[in-house]
């Protein structure tokens, strides 16, 4: 089995922020405060790394939320705003990506 190495790591969040939300069962919750942005989506191993094919929803103050059931594992994943693909500023754990960036990680117990 190969081993991915991960890294603590610091994400600027003064255009994006998070904050913790209520974990579901079998899933993790997302919530981005990206308040121009006109589409947010997540993209990950979850789901191929398809950017359109987990919308988040807006709410208030700019806030865009999402919340996914996925099996137990570990997931791969970033943020998909207007097209821009970024790490989750909130992620406990990243991992280096083959594009020379990181992808923000979580565990699914």
Do not use: H
Not at 68 to 78: I, Q
């Amino acid at each position: 089995m190969k081993s991915t190495k991960t890294k603590s790591r610091s994400v600027s969040t003064a255009l994006f922020s998070t904050e913790k939300t209520a974990t579901p069962p079998n899933g993790f919750a997302l919530r981005l405060v990206a308040p121009a942005a006109q589409a947010v989506s997540v993209a990950g191993t979850f789901n191929n790394w398809q950017p359109n094919a987990t919308p988040l929803k807006p709410a208030s103050g700019g806030a865009w939320i999402g919340e996914l059931k996925l099996a137990p594992g570990r997931y791969e994943y970033l943020f998909v705003v207007d097209g821009k693909w970024l790490p989750d500023p909130a992620a406990r754990e990243c991992a280096p990506n083959p594009f020379g960036g990181l992808n923000s990680v979580v565990s699914v117990n």
